[in-house]
């Protein structure tokens, strides 16, 4: 394939870029061999040019296509280079927030600085057990696969975590400890994976510290091996560590800290045991403040010293080794703060002061000499051959020691927790395999690189060697194994880079060297280098500007190295003279053990030596040569341990985790795409894509190259070899066959070859798209057009149309307006000459009213006139009289006054006398007194004056009127009294007094009139007032009422709400409770089965072992009744039953009236036992009249009779009395409930209330039903007494003994008896015309032989309709016979020959398993109807042998002659079973070995009736609760849970064992209630089954024990079924396309997912069903009750939608919107299951709602915010995280699907953040339901169950 095909018009490549590293950009023109530039538009619109080199001609390269990118593995993209990889990361990390990337075998895994909910043990449960490429990247899946291979091919395991500072290495490795801890579980009790991850802690508290690149830097190597026994359990583990950088407990860059364990112990500084540390903050330690950054935001050191403590006590280091620690940690704190001087005199000299604190603490806290350690801290020892020298240091030299001292120590410590952590983690038992983890350090290059740099990449050079020949080998075994030709790959070999460092006269040999030169240094070991490998090899070079460095070309980089430091940091020089002050203290024995594997020193001179340059010593007391080993160095040490890790990672199967820092900066989900390229360049993922590329990198099985790109085939093409049709299509599609290679299973395509398919895919797909839309939009657009040319013509018409309408409007109006002008015209000449004529008319009658009104004013001024000169001229002459009366009155005022005046002159000169006050007071309170009492008669007088005064007021009242009336006379005969002269003066005082008095009555009227003007006024207001009052009252009362309506209707409406919530929270509360208490249960059979498997060890132990061991003799007994003890804890009765009633009656713990309701109990069982005996009494009655004899006399029959109907009436009064009693006593009760009882109790709806209520309604519907037969009873002895009268004149008709043998029921000869008696009454008419009474017999013979025939004919009728019922429903079940052996022939047609011969087998099977359930139950309605008519039979017989002896009685002798006699047939006594059945006591582990450990399901499901061994175990119970023997009972009952608990130990795999089991012991339960002789238990029996309840024994502790053993089988169930459909539910929901076609598979990489084509042996959707099926018609046969089966099946479904969501939220390549409709049709297919069985009702639709919803989820739009809405209503069943997850990890599987974008995903989430709900993000997959088994009576008769011989239990008697 040409360049020119690919580099074509809008073709996009990636071009170079000095900021983000690689850029996209998209071609604008093709190329064309010989452009020398690429003309290219950017993403943002920008054209720019890339110029092509003119001598390698080397294109950029290509971006591959859409849908290839966000993969999960690098290698599954078409183009595979740097650019490529680098941009799939990012979008991963970026848009998808996926950390976890596949890159070949290699894991990448990207910091997110981000606390991700990816890690819980849900989320190993998900992968524990899947294969790595089914799964989404992870590094559990990494573990997976490490302890998959570990167990599947017996060989070690290592995963190799690396990647530079802060890119997440330790949490990397600690996540993949954890999965093996959680997995894998313990061997032993010691929780040996607790210890295991209890190391971390320690080793980050002593080996971690915070850099600039990383907050919890590792500052060491470490490679920890996780030990495993033969079960692949965690047996124990062992910690190898690698270079610990010493250097930083002395010397921190800036904002980095020491090591976390020196802050942990200054920030516990207050700790009552850190006081005798004497520590401080940490900022005053010269060892902890040099970074200037002592604290870790978010970082509690004291909360991380707790647990660094609570890990060493986990791990075995005791608190006395802790403090020991802590003692020498805090004295190398103190060291680092003591001042070193140096001599002003002798610069080569320096001492320190005298009493130094911080050196007293270090020596005070180590036990040392203070002046011993002073003194060496400033002085060293030289030895010669022959003489020892004791030598001043330097200051410079003296710090350098002090600090060399610190690091020496804490490596000392750090080395001795290591050893001791190993020796905690050590394993017991001999260890099998071992998988390990190694942690350490990535490449790493910074501006000053030194030893520990060259260390790092030193491994990282080895470790990378070893990557790429393992790459390389699993290439070529690939290869191999497909059987295609390969040739050597070429990839980078850094063995000449390795040679270098470590090779002879290398640089660490050099480096070695050098340091056992006397007096090498830095720049010497320099020049070396120099001399030895400048020139002469091209990884080896020198710094232009230094003379002290060197550069080495590693495989990621060049690194300069300055040489300055090396050989300080290779030798490791601690002064032996400082050890050996160490190793003499005496306070602690740690000490000793830190040093121990150093010899000792000999002793200084005694004293402080001279402060003297030098002192010679004698050499005699020579001093030991140090071991060989003290002698090597660091380089030598490290290159030891790295081939040793090499040897040991050979050795074993490796696993790469290589870990990305995204930034520098440790922003959350932030990519620089410098730093990560840099990366990816140095940890070999680049490497491996490139020999990756080298090859074959795209692989397709046929199955799968055939399904994704069929589209490009033709017809003709298709074959039927898959792999014969791929290869004529791919030489047709590509023309260059080295492009691509066939292999056995899969297709090889070199780099970019998928990228081809998958354009001409596309191309393929946008052209039958294009031509589509052509034909569709053509077709729119022809219909459009017809539309439009229909309206407008419709248009057209109604237009004109409309035109003609208004021209004739318009006409019309013209016409209209004349006529309108013309009436109108009219109309106003009328109307202005009848405003003319009006207007006349009016100015008449006004100039004529003007003239009459003239005329009238002056005659009545005239009349005025004369008036007022009357009324002036009188008023003139009462004014002249009132002065003259006015004057006289004022002059006798006057004249008074005086003579007043005169006589108070003199009273006061009397009255000053002192005489006169005594003469006064004399008498006074007599006086008084008396002035009291007329005080008294005064007011008397004045209530009569009043009374009085009113009576005058009313006297003048009325003559007031009389007055008027006489005034009104007067002024009548006025004219007449104008005459008579004589009469004027006197007539005309009189009228001026009654003027007076009329004035004064008018004012009166006025006043009164004001009055009640005034009155009426104020009681209006006060009216309106009272109304307005009135309806404000109103209208509040209306609000009130209104608001309490509301209120009411609230509070209604929010107790029935809280109610509901009270009631949904105890549901809840409740299942919540039964989860809790069958998970105890579950746990507790766990420990029992482990207590047993222990015993059982013990015992096999105790077997193999030699002698006689004494056991206890009560053991066996104490185990067999274990269970039953366990109940004396616990409340009697069963839970479900208790709890069914307190859902009933919540609060029936109320008060009750006890005495009211024993009493009325007591009442109805007497009125039972009367209604009993009066029944009996009359049924003898019966019998009497109908056996007397006809000869009997009248008058004895009449005496009899009437001694009976006396009988008759006194047992009716006494009923009646009774009645009435009663009736008084209910009375009472109501009164006492309403009166006495608390209103808790009585108030209407309480329990209490119902309960009586509900009782009393009993009672009075007894009393009714009493009432009603005293009725009856009086209607029959009215009868009887009627039929008495007649019996003389009666003859008795004959009954035929053929009728009577015709006849087929009891019913029918009732009947006829009846019949017979109602006509034994004839009537007096017929006893006239009858004398001798043949006519009446004929009557009668013929009226009863019309009944027999009509009740014969009715009979036929009813048998008739009955067979036509059943031959109606016969044709219904064959017809659904029919259409299911149709479907199921048209699905064994679907089935590979296989399938369809299992599939016809099970249904042959499941048919005569059916047929033989329908014989047995017609064999049982046989043996019902057999026994009913023997009973029947024997009836009959008696009652027609009643008849016949009737019948002889009023037969003659000579008749009874003439009949023949007929035979007689005598039947067997048949003998009545009790349902039980008896054994002997020695026949009891028979009993158990027969019925249940030697049981076969099948046979017993098959041939007999379900449930049989519950029965038959029930029988046996009941004889031995017959017999009263309760040892046999309690043993029985042992047994039987004992031996259910062993088969189904032995069996605990077998669904058919335990679902035969749980059927069973459900039904053995069910027995136990039932005849328990609880009334809620008996309501449902027969009366013959109530005489079957247990008499002697209450079993209700057992009930619960056998309750419990049920849901332990219930769960042993699920298990089982869990076990077994876990394969099938990933393969058949998820993968297996069940819609073909509907989705396209995606190209993968290396870790090929689980194929989803159904090849042989993949699971389907069907497979599913059938197991399901099997399932269902399994638990049918073993008759399991219906609700326990929906509760199964709902467990079911639980287990199959919680594990498909699951790994759908766990696999992106699942994620798409077809693999949405696969999931929906499956689940629908689920549900169509459910309705063939009739389980709609089981709940189990409800558990597959979160996948249903995850699946509508896929296909909805998601682009607006509208979508965003409609995505949060619809998803109410998943969670936040849930929904999250799933457009994250939406993937198109085509290009016409789009992303979602991370805007929308934000929206989803910011609309969501409000819903509570778990953060959690899978379902959990093993909860399991709480289980109910509600009460299911069994109707069948045990005295009718026959046991089969096939079961050897012929040793059980029935009884």
């Known amino acids: 394939m040409a360049a020119s095909e690919l580099f074509t018009k809008f073709a996009r490549v990636w071009i170079p870029d000095t900021e983000d590293v690689w850029k996209s950009a998209e071609l604008l023109k093709d190329y064309k061999p010989g452009d020398t530039v690429l003309h290219l538009k950017l993403e943002d619109d920008k054209e720019t040019q890339h110029k092509i080199d003119p001598q390698t001609k080397e294109l950029p390269p290509l971006r591959n296509p859409d849908i290839l990118v966000g993969e999960n593995d690098l290698t599954a993209l078409s183009y595979l280079h740097e650019p490529a990889v680098l941009h799939n990361l990012k979008v991963r990390f970026m848009d998808s927030k996926l950390i976890y990337t596949y890159c070949g075998i290699v894991l990448v895994a990207i910091n997110?600085?981000?606390q991700l909910p990816i890690y819980g043990e849900d989320i190993i449960n998900a992968y524990s057990g899947q294969n790595m490429g089914d799964m989404d990247p992870h590094i559990f899946a990494v573990a997976e696969e490490a302890y998959k291979q570990m167990a599947r091919d017996e060989r070690n395991q290592s995963i190799i975590v690396s990647g530079e500072s802060g890119a997440g290495k330790t949490v990397s490795a600690k996540y993949a400890m954890r999965y093996f801890a959680t997995v894998s579980g313990s061997a032993s009790e010691a929780n040996v994976e607790e210890k295991v991850l209890a190391s971390n802690p320690i080793m980050e508290s002593i080996g971690n510290a915070k850099t600039t690149r990383n907050d919890n830097s590792s500052r060491f190597g470490k490679y920890i091996e996780i030990g495993f026994d033969k079960r692949y359990r965690i047996i124990g583990a062992n910690m190898r560590t690698y270079l610990l950088e010493k250097s930083r407990v002395v010397f921190q860059a800036e904002d980095e800290r020491n090591y976390h364990i020196l802050y942990q112990l200054c920030a516990s500084k207050h700790l009552p045991e850190f006081k005798a540390l004497r520590l401080s903050h940490a900022q005053n330690f010269h060892y902890t403040n040099l970074g200037g950054s002592p604290v870790i935001e978010g970082i509690d050191d004291a909360k991380e010293m707790r647990n660094t403590r609570q890990a060493c006590s986990l791990l075995g280091i005791n608190e006395s080794y802790q403090m020991g620690i802590f003692h020498i940690l805090a004295a190398v704190l103190h060291l680092g703060n003591v001042a070193i001087k140096s001599n002003e005199r002798d610069a080569d000299n320096c001492f320190i002061l005298p009493n130094t604190e911080h050196l007293i603490i270090f020596c005070d806290l180590l036990g040392v000499d203070y002046e011993q350690m002073a003194h060496w801290l400033c002085h060293r020892k030289i030895v010669t051959g022959s003489e020892t020298y004791i030598k001043p240091m330097p200051k410079f030299q003296a710090i350098n020691a002090r600090d060399a001292l610190a690091k020496h120590i804490y490596a000392s410590v750090f080395n001795w927790i290591v050893h001791h952590v190993n020796k905690a983690l050590h394993a017991s038992i001999k260890q099998h395999s071992f998988i390990g983890v190694l942690d350490i350090y990535g490449f790493e290059t910074f501006e000053i690189n030194s030893f520990e740099q060259f260390c790092i990449n030193y491994a990282n050079e080895k470790l990378q060697q070893q990557f790429n020949m393992h790459v390389f080998k699993l290439e070529q075994e690939e290869y191999m194994k497909e059987q295609i030709p390969w040739t050597l790959i070429d990839f980078y070999d850094n063995q000449p880079c390795i040679n270098l460092i470590e090779a002879k006269l290398g640089i660490l040999d050099l480096l070695d060297e050098e340091c056992k030169m006397p007096r090498g240094s830095d720049d010497t070991w320099a020049q070396k280098l120099y001399n030895t490998h400048l020139n002469k090899t091209t990884l080896f070079h020198k710094p232009r500007l230094s003379n002290k460095a060197f550069i080495i070309q590693h495989f990621a980089d060049k690194v300069e190295y300055q040489c300055e430091g090396f050989l300080e940091k290779n030798k490791d020089t601690v002064y032996e003279e400082q050890i050996t002050v160490l190793k003499a203290s005496k306070k602690l024995n740690l000490l000793a053990e830190l040093f121990h594997d150093e010899k000792p020193a000999t002793s200084p001179t005694e004293g402080r030596p001279s402060v003297a340059r030098a002192t010679v010593k004698s050499a005699k007391p020579r001093a030991l040569q140090p071991s060989k080993e003290h002698k090597k160095s660091v380089g030598h040490q490290f290159r030891n341990s790295l081939h040793l890790l090499m040897e040991t990672l050979n050795a074993t199967t490796p696993h790469y985790v290589r870990c990305i820092k995204p930034n520098d900066d440790k922003f959350a989900f932030t990519f620089d795409p410098k730093r990560a390229v840099q990366q990816l360049r140095a940890c070999g993922v680049l490497e491996t894509i490139r020999i990756s590329a080298a090859g074959f990198p795209s692989r397709w099985t046929y199955q799968e190259f055939f399904n994704r790109y069929r589209v490009l085939m033709k017809?003709?093409?298709?074959?039927?070899?898959?792999?014969?049709?791929?290869?004529?299509?791919?030489?047709?599609?590509?023309?260059?066959?080295?492009?691509?290679?066939?292999?056995?299973?899969?297709?090889?395509?070199?780099?970019?070859?998928?990228?081809?398919?998958?354009?001409?895919?596309?191309?393929?797909?946008?052209?039958?798209?294009?031509?589509?839309?052509?034909?569709?939009r053509s077709w729119l657009q022809r219909k459009k057009y017809l539309r439009m040319r229909k309206a407008a013509i419709?248009?057209?018409?109604?237009?004109?149309?409309?035109?003609?309408?208004?021209?004739?409007?318009?006409?019309?109006?013209?016409?209209?307006?004349?006529?309108?002008?013309?009436?109108?015209?009219?109309?106003?000449?009328?109307?202005?000459?009848?405003?003319?004529?009006?207007?006349?008319?009016?100015?008449?009658?006004?100039?004529?009213?003007?003239?009459?009104?003239?005329?009238?004013?002056?005659?009545?001024?005239?009349?005025?006139?004369?008036?007022?000169?009357?009324?002036?001229?009188?008023w003139m002459a009462r004014s002249k009289y009132k002065r003259t009366h006015h004057a006289i009155i004022y002059l006798q005022c006057c004249y008074r006054r005086m003579m007043a005046k005169r006589e108070l002159k003199k009273l006061k000169i009397e009255a000053r006398s002192v005489e006169h006050y005594k003469t006064l007071n004399i008498g006074m309170e007599n006086k008084i007194m008396q002035l009291q009492c007329k005080v008294n008669d005064q007011t008397k007088e004045m209530k009569s004056l009043l009374e009085k005064l009113s009576g005058l007021e009313t006297t003048y009242t009325n003559e007031t009127e009389k007055l008027?009336?006489?005034?009104?006379?007067?002024?009548?005969?006025?004219?007449?009294?104008?005459?008579?002269?004589?009469?004027?003066?006197?007539?005309?005082?009189?009228?001026?007094?009654?003027?007076?008095?009329?004035?004064?009555?008018?004012?009166q009227k006025k006043r009164l009139e004001e009055g009640a003007d005034k009155y009426k006024a104020e009681t209006d207001l006060m009216v309106s007032q009272l109304k307005e009052q009135n309806a404000l009252l109103k209208n509040e009362k209306e609000e009130l009422n209104r608001q309490i309506q509301e209120q009411a209707k609230e509070i209604t409406e929010s107790m029935e709400k809280r109610m509901e919530e009270e009631t949904k929270q105890l549901e809840i509360d409740l299942n919540d409770e039964r989860s809790r208490y069958q998970s105890l249960l579950n746990e507790f059979c766990r420990l029992e089965e482990r207590y047993d498997n222990l015993k059982e060890e013990i015992s096999l132990v105790n077997v193999t072992k030699p002698g006689h061991r004494r056991t206890d003799s009560t053991h066996s007994s104490n185990e067999s009744e274990y269970t039953y003890n366990s109940l004396l804890s616990s409340d009697p009765g069963e839970p479900e039953d208790g709890t069914r009633r307190m859902e009933e009656f919540p609060e029936q713990k109320g008060a009750l009236d006890m005495s009211l309701f024993l009493k009325l109990q007591k009442r109805v069982s007497e009125l039972e036992q009367e209604k009993q005996a009066l029944q009996e009494e009359l049924d003898r009655k019966e019998d009497q009249a109908l056996r007397s004899k006809a000869k009997e006399a009248e008058d004895q029959g009449v005496k009899a009779r009437g001694a009976e109907l006396e009988y008759e009436s006194l047992k009716r009064q006494e009923l009646e009395s009774e009645n009435k009693k009663l009736k008084n006593e209910l009375n009472e009760l109501h009164r006492a409930l309403s009166e006495k009882a608390s209103p808790a109790v009585t108030a209407p709806g309480s329990p209490a209330y119902k309960v009586l209520l509900d009782q009393l309604t009993a009672s009075s519907e007894e009393l009714e039903v009493r009432k009603e037969e005293v009725l009856i009873l009086r209607s029959q002895l009215v009868s009887q007494k009627e039929a008495m009268a007649h019996k003389e004149t009666m003859t008795e008709p004959m009954v035929l003994l053929e009728d009577i043998c015709k006849m087929k029921d009891q019913g029918e000869i009732t009947q006829a008896y009846m019949g017979l008696k109602e006509t034994n009454r004839p009537s007096q008419d017929c006893h006239l015309l009858n004398e001798d009474g043949e006519l009446w017999m004929a009557y009668q013979g013929l009226k009863q032989t019309n009944r027999l025939l009509e009740s014969q004919l009715q009979g036929q009728k009813k048998n008739y309709e009955n067979e036509l019922e059943i031959l109606h429903g016969e044709v219904q079940n064959l017809k659904e016979e029919i259409n299911r052996q149709q479907q199921l022939l048209a699905q064994n047609l679907q089935l590979p020959p296989e399938a369809r011969i299992e599939a016809s087998l099970q249904h042959e099977i499941t048919r005569l398993t059916n047929e033989n359930l329908d014989l047995m139950e017609q064999l049982e309605k046989q043996d019902k109807t057999v026994r009913k008519l023997k009973k029947q039979l024997k009836v009959f017989a008696k009652k027609i042998g009643e008849l016949e002896v009737g019948q002889t009685e009023n037969v003659s002798p000579a008749q009874l002659a003439d009949e023949p006699i007929r035979p007689v047939n005598i039947p067997r006594k048949e003998k009545d079973f009790q349902g039980m059945l008896e054994y002997k006591k020695d026949d009891e582990l028979k009993l158990i070995k027969n019925l249940i450990l030697e049981l076969k399901p099948r046979g017993v499901a098959v041939n007999l009736i379900p449930g049989l061994p519950a029965y038959i175990l029930f029988m046996c119970v009941r004889h031995a609760d017959y017999i009263n023997d309760d040892q046999r009972v309690r043993s029985l009952l042992t047994s039987t849970i004992n031996g259910i608990k062993k088969i189904l130990k032995k069996r605990s795999d077998d669904f058919e064992i335990v679902s035969f089991w749980l059927s069973n012991t459900c039904r053995f339960l069910h027995c136990l209630k039932q005849y328990s002789g609880e009334e809620a238990f008996m309501k449902h029996n027969t009366p013959r089954q109530n005489d079957h309840c247990l008499r002697n024994f209450d079993l209700a502790e057992y009930r619960q024990v056998i309750s419990d053993l049920a849901i332990q089988i219930y769960q042993q169930l699920t298990k089982v079924m869990e076990n077994v459909l876990q394969p099938m539910i990933v393969s058949g929901m998820l993968e297996h396309e069940t819609i073909q076609g509907v989705s396209g598979l995606k190209p993968t990489g290396l870790r090929k997912r689980t194929s989803s084509v159904a090849d042989e042996g993949t699971y389907t959707l069907d497979s599913i069903v059938r197991q399901l099926n099997n399932f269902h018609s399994t638990m049918c046969q073993h008759g399991m009750d219906p609700e326990l089966i929906k509760q199964i099946v709902k467990q079911m479904f639980y287990i199959i939608g919680s594990v498909t969501l699951n790994n759908l939220l766990l696999r992106k390549d699942m994620c798409s919107w077809s693999k949405g409709m696969q999931i929906r049709y499956n689940v629908s297919q689920l549900e169509e299951w459910l309705r063939d069985k009739n389980l709609q009702t089981s709940g189990a639709k409800e558990t597959l709602e979160p996948l249903i919803q995850a699946a509508q989820l896929l296909q909805v739009k998601k682009k607006t915010d509208e979508d965003a809405e409609a995505i949060c209503s619809m998803c109410s069943a998943l969670t936040t995280a849930q929904i999250v997850k799933v457009l994250n990890l939406y993937t198109p599987v085509n290009e016409f699907e789009e992303r979602v974008t991370a805007s929308f995903i934000r929206t989803i989430q910011v609309r969501l953040q409000n819903r509570k709900d778990s953060p959690q993000l899978l379902m959990d997959a093993k909860?399991?339901?709480?289980?109910?088994?509600?009460?299911?009576?069994?109707?069948?008769?045990?005295?009718?169950?026959?046991i089969p011989s096939s079961m050897n239990l012929g040793f059980l008697l029935r009884v």
């Open 964 to 1003: 008027r009336t006489e005034v009104d006379r007067l002024r009548a005969n006025e004219e007449s009294a104008k005459v008579s002269s004589n009469k004027i003066t006197s007539l005309m005082e009189e009228i001026v007094i009654l003027r007076r008095e009329l004035k004064e009555t008018q004012a």
């Open 1823 to 1842: 909860h399991i339901f709480p289980v109910t088994f509600p009460f299911n009576p069994s109707s069948l008769a045990l005295e009718s169950i026959q």
């Open 715 to 776: 017809q003709k093409d298709v074959l039927s070899d898959k792999k014969l049709t791929c290869r004529n299509v791919l030489e047709k599609l590509i023309k260059d066959q080295d492009k691509y290679q066939f292999g056995k299973t899969k297709i090889f395509f070199r780099a970019g070859q998928v990228a081809y398919l998958e354009k001409l895919r596309a191309d393929k797909l946008r052209a039958a798209c294009i031509r589509i839309q052509k034909t569709i």
């Open 112 to 114: 997110p600085y981000e």
């Open 794 to 874: 419709t248009i057209q018409r109604y237009v004109r149309g409309y035109q003609a309408k208004c021209y004739a409007q318009f006409l019309r109006r013209t016409r209209a307006a004349i006529l309108i002008q013309k009436f109108q015209r009219m109309y106003s000449a009328w109307q202005k000459f009848l405003r003319i004529r009006s207007a006349t008319i009016v100015i008449q009658s006004f100039v004529r009213g003007f003239r009459g009104r003239r005329q009238f004013k002056a005659i009545l001024r005239e009349q005025k006139a004369i008036i007022l000169q009357k009324h002036v001229r009188s």
